[in-house]
């Protein structure tokens, strides 16, 4: 694959940014999507339900190779920690995936409404990544799977690229670490190359995960000993991007950002939700109206244009 070009770096920011946002909005909104209005407490869903944590860093590794093999057939993304299903449920949305299962969700501001207020919704959209999810094979609620599902998928197709992202906490279960041997297994000619991200994030829920507390030496060595090359990377698109199009064997890309990126600083490690109260605490509606509009949606997204990057 080739490198992208200037701005395709600014449409990876700008995407990082909208799904972000529309994390949020899943997580809380039932109305006021595009923050029109000043948000009030008949916005908020009147009950709060879904992960945050993960989802800042579940949309930098997906923007990034979204970036790099979007217009590939044969690339397949396979989510460890599915329990930050807003992320890739936001992803999916804007790339028309969920229309093709749901017409209801078009990538508009119908849309954007519908997709918003049935998350984690009766008949709506799950909180986990579920089967029902287009192109999804690794149920949500069952760490530690995705490695050893991508060797899988990998079985006899070497036209595909499979990028797989395992959460630190994930990788601590026995199924995800006894995975990391699957490459010495697998790895040759007539299977597909197998891209695993390690997204460190620093927590388990809300107990430290052991990887991330590890020295940096003591786990490159850690990886090198599975036959695997360590690729330190950061969400800075343009190193994202160079360390992606470096020619590695065997790479084995380690992402570092913290619990919660993004959200309220009092809340920054937060596992679920951020805010328990915002339908009836005044300070903390207006903590989470700061935080939506700190990813400026009206640059993004336009109620007549939709989708502005």
């Not at 992208?4 to 600014?10: A, D, K, L, R, T």
Request: contains cysteine.
């Amino acid at each position: 694959m080739s490198a992208v070009g200037i701005g395709e770096i600014e449409k990876i920011k700008k995407r990082i940014r909208l799904c972000d946002y529309l994390c949020v909005a899943q997580l809380f909104l039932q109305d006021n999507f595009l923050l029109e209005r000043k948000l009030e407490y008949d916005d908020i869903k009147p009950r709060l339900l879904g992960h945050w944590g993960t989802c800042h860093g579940i949309n930098v590794v997906y923007a990034n190779l979204k970036a790099l093999y979007g217009s590939d057939p044969d690339f397949s993304f396979i989510l460890g920690p599915g329990h930050g299903f807003p992320a890739l449920n936001a992803n999916l949305w804007l790339d028309g995936e969920l229309f093709k299962v749901d017409s209801r969700a078009t990538v508009d501001v119908a849309g954007l409404e519908y997709f918003c207020r049935r998350f984690s919704w009766p008949d709506g959209f799950p909180s986990h990544a579920s089967p029902i999810t287009p192109g999804v094979i690794t149920e949500g609620g069952e760490l530690g799977y995705a490695l050893a599902n991508a060797y899988g998928l990998s079985l006899g197709h070497v036209e595909k690229t499979i990028g797989v992202l395992i959460g630190d906490g994930e990788l601590e279960t026995a199924t995800a670490i006894d995975s990391l041997n699957l490459r010495n297994l697998l790895d040759g000619p007539k299977n597909s190359n197998v891209l695993p991200f390690l997204h460190l994030n620093g927590y388990k829920i809300s107990a430290p995960s052991i990887y991330a507390r590890k020295s940096e030496r003591e786990l490159l060595e850690l990886i090198r000993g599975f036959g695997y090359t360590p690729v330190m990377i950061n969400d800075d698109a343009n190193e994202f991007q160079e360390a992606l199009n470096k020619s590695v064997v065997a790479p084995f890309y380690i992402f570092a950002s913290k619990k919660g990126e993004g959200g309220p600083t009092e809340h920054q490690n937060a596992h679920q939700i951020p805010l328990k109260n915002p339908r009836t605490d005044e300070g903390e509606l207006k903590e989470l109206e700061a935080w939506l509009k700190s990813y400026h949606v009206e640059e993004l997204f336009d109620r007549e244009k939709g989708v502005l990057i």
